[in-house]
């Protein structure tokens, strides 16, 4: 079952389109990583699953049902600012915790506490944005959430930290948990995710697993005797996101069937064709390029 | 034990695959032995739970390893030194196609290369030209 199902979600500010007719599902047991560049509508997008704010339409459910208060009992949320107390002690957050939520695991919560190396007598005012970020991470990890939404999750941890976090997710969803996360470090994402959805003004322009978009998004590359042809009839493939030609290198960006792509420009008489491989920055940034500015600039070059 | 690279643009679950196949040709791992659990492995390499578990499950499609529940995973026994023979030739497959790739992409024909190989082969292989 999907445990987190945004149905045609649209959220306007006013005149502002902050999200336009999103779907997007996650199960239990998985991670979807949600990327998109500042504004693309990632965070509103957390506000209207978590009933934080209206949807102007659409629904969101989390384990087949509306969001209701009592979600909030297996659900964790962290948000991108922490929503923590100044004046009350790290120790005062856990002891909250636990009187609020019967799942609070106290074991977990200390050992979590450590990991992280906080002080439960230090006041929040005194932490770093990072110690506040690690406080809030134990906050929701200690209650055993089946259901977890974090909005950059490892903002403002040192590299060590960040590991732990990762640690913490994919121990979450060996453990069947849903997790729903937002990064703008593309190596987290590509270690903890097995799924990725990327928004782009408000709008879903790129879902799907990772290693199956790994495995679909190659670049054809050509390399002719002279000044490279245009492809006629692969411009408006399918199978083509864009074509770049610059001097004798014709690059061809593939959503599917590199091979069948490789094998139909050989009719051009290349001297070489190659099929190269995409990370997921690459496939991140392809999908949030403005094709046809990206592909004219390339073809005035 | 094994080593992923998650920023290529391989697949995990394919760079796993050609791990563990590797780890049985070479013996790393023996026939019958037991395999990590998808969740230490995931923990171990940090990567996503459900991409050790696809390629657990590809694994045992090509009836490299087997799984019984409740017990884990265990590299099959029997015809072991088949199996292994098969996913070494997999992985030596794999390395060769590469290589020729990329010999072609550096513009040297098909030719140059078929002396390039016999050179390897005279080097790696010197048994065999002694006995021909």
Avoid at chain 1, 198 to 216: F, S, T
Avoid at chain 1, 261 to 281: K, Q
Avoid at chain 1, 284 to 289: C, K, N, T
Wanted: charge should be negative.
């Amino acid at each position: 079952m999907n445990a987190i199902a945004i149905t045609n979600l649209t959220k306007r500010y006013g005149a502002q389109l902050a999200v336009d007719d999103l779907s997007l599902a996650v199960d239990a047991g998985s991670v979807c990583g949600l990327l998109g560049p500042n504004g693309a509508g990632k965070s509103t997008t957390f506000k209207c699953l978590l009933a934080l704010d209206q949807p102007t339409s659409g629904t969101v459910a989390v384990d087949g049902a509306p969001v209701a208060p009592s979600t909030f009992e297996y659900l964790a949320y962290v948000p991108e600012t922490s929503a923590l107390l100044e004046k009350y002690s790290v120790g005062d957050h856990l002891e909250a915790t636990r009187r609020t939520y019967a799942s609070f695991d106290a074991a977990r919560a200390a050992e979590l506490a450590a990991t992280f190396k906080l002080d439960s007598k230090k006041r929040i005012g005194k932490l770093s944005k990072g110690q506040r970020t690690a406080v809030a991470l134990v906050l929701a990890f200690a209650i055993r959430p089946r259901v977890l939404v974090l909005d950059e999750p490892a903002s403002g941890l040192d590299p060590i930290f960040q590991r732990a976090v990762l640690d913490l997710i994919i121990d979450a969803a060996a453990g069947g948990a849903c997790v729903l996360f937002s990064s703008h470090q593309i190596g987290q994402v590509e270690r903890a995710a097995d799924s990725i959805a990327v928004l782009k003004g408000g709008k879903l322009v790129l879902r799907g697993e990772i290693d199956d978009l790994k495995g679909d998004e190659k670049i054809v590359e050509a390399i002719f005797p002279s000044d490279a042809p245009s492809p006629n009839g692969l411009a408006s493939d399918p199978r083509v996101r864009r074509i770049e030609r610059a001097g004798r290198i014709l690059r061809l960006h593939v959503r599917s069937d590199a091979a069948g792509v490789a094998h139909e420009l050989a009719s051009f008489e290349p001297r070489t064709v190659d099929v190269l491989d995409l990370g997921l920055e690459d496939i991140f940034l392809g999908a949030v390029s403005d094709d046809a500015a990206y592909s004219s600039a390339k073809d005035r070059a | 034990m094994f080593t992923v690279d998650p920023r290529s643009g391989i697949p995990l679950y394919l760079q796993l695959i050609d791990q563990i196949k590797r780890a049985v040709a070479l013996g790393t791992l023996a026939s019958g032995e037991q395999l990590p659990t998808v969740k230490a492995l995931a923990l171990d390499l940090t990567i996503n739970p459900n991409t050790v578990a696809r390629a657990y499950r590809e694994l045992e499609r090509d009836r490299v390893i087997e799984t019984s529940p409740g017990r884990g995973s265990f590299v099959r026994s029997g015809d072991a030194p088949a199996e292994a023979r098969r996913a070494g030739v997999d992985v030596a497959e794999g390395v060769l196609s590469d290589a020729v790739r990329e010999s072609r992409a550096l513009g040297l024909d098909a030719r140059i290369l078929t002396t390039l190989f016999e050179r390897a082969l005279a080097r790696w292989y010197p048994e065999e030209r002694d006995s021909t």
